[in-house]
């Protein structure tokens, strides 16, 4: 029996000798709408200070390109040459050191300027794609490991190193509000934490999106009477986590079995195995805001899921607090439920530059958390203004693999510049569509 060779690699000749291709054609996009939206601009308006010597480079452009290049699936300043490689597509794009002092520059001032910056380009946005039926921020913290001595890591909880960064997401959207940089040792249920990040948010959102219906959904990290009291304040509703107290346990221990009521699935279906009901608690007597209510889930756990606590059918349970008003308790525990998306946010910010924190100063670190917000705005505001279909719902890797790092060829003609798709791309036609939604987009004003 002969075996016929199949391998192409020994056969393959290769050579460098091709000029004017990009494995870049998609990220493309990201750069014309940040300048579309107006982002760039406003960013460059709101650090113009920045450039102290005389440089060809303006840092709002700088700080676009470190965005984009974020984006892209870079994690390090000398991922940027990703992009500088190939000026036709890019233009001139900052060395490292220069594109390190844009970002050493942004003290605490500057990034509050760029913040306002990212709020205006938020709000056309907005304009443009639509702002969500009801406004919904969902704040989380996570760890992010350091491997070396850097400024203010510590000990974390799980007995790793590095920082405790805290973010918050828009549940819709998936856009990347506001996060600040922690030590590693900060508690995960820090009241000025979670108002701080929940007062950055809020300055990210156009004042008409700023009602009473604004929902803000934390875990137990959040069940602090400082930070509700401060939501409350604020005018807006908040679903919480609620840390099974001894009075909990009694209080569930003691519903009756006509108490509970059948849960809802994300569809609005009737989840089975699951139940829901509102505990006799008095909250305001134990200083929580007026009108908050405690509401029960119980649920089979999954095999070799660790229980708290049990009666004697083996129910998992978790409580939330919330001043949500309404008699379907169903219907408040699966707007709760659905804070688990924020995770989902966190995991893609974390494969958009958040897993490294590049450098040994806290500040710069900090600025670079803003940056990995700026890119996760970008993308998803690229799904919400230039895609549709599944480009338009994928996370980050997919949408690189599949439309940002599509190979292309650049030509010249009659003095205008054309990118060429590989023909046959199973996304050429998605990437293509975007393109002209792109054009189309009004100039900023």
Sequence with gaps: MQVKRTETIGSLQVVADADCLTSRAGTALLVGLADRVGLTRAISQAIGDVRQRRSRHDPGRTLRDLAVMLADGGDCLADLSALRAQPALFGGVASDATAWRALAALDAARLQAVRRARAEARGRVWQLAGAPRRVTLDLDATLVTAHSDKE?????????????PLLCYEATTHEGLAGVLRPGNAGAN????????????????????????LLVRADSGGASHAFLDHVVERGFRFSVGFDLTEPVREAVLALPERAWRPALTQKGEEREGAAVAELALDLEANGWPAGTRAICRRERPHPGAQLSFSDENGYRFQVFITNQQGRRIERLEQLHRAHAVVEDRIRCGKDTGLRNLPFRGFQPNAAWLELVLIAQDLLAWTQRLLLTGELARCEPKRLRYRLLHVAGRLTRHARRLRLHLPRGWAWGEQLLDAFQRLRLLPAPP
């Design 190 to 213: 820090t009241a000025s934490d979670h108002i701080e990040v929940l007062d950055f948010a809020v300055e990210q959102l156009p004042e008409e999106a700023c009602g009473p219906g």
């Design 152 to 164: 203010q890591a510590a000990g974390t909880y799980k007995h790793g190193f590095g920082f405790h």
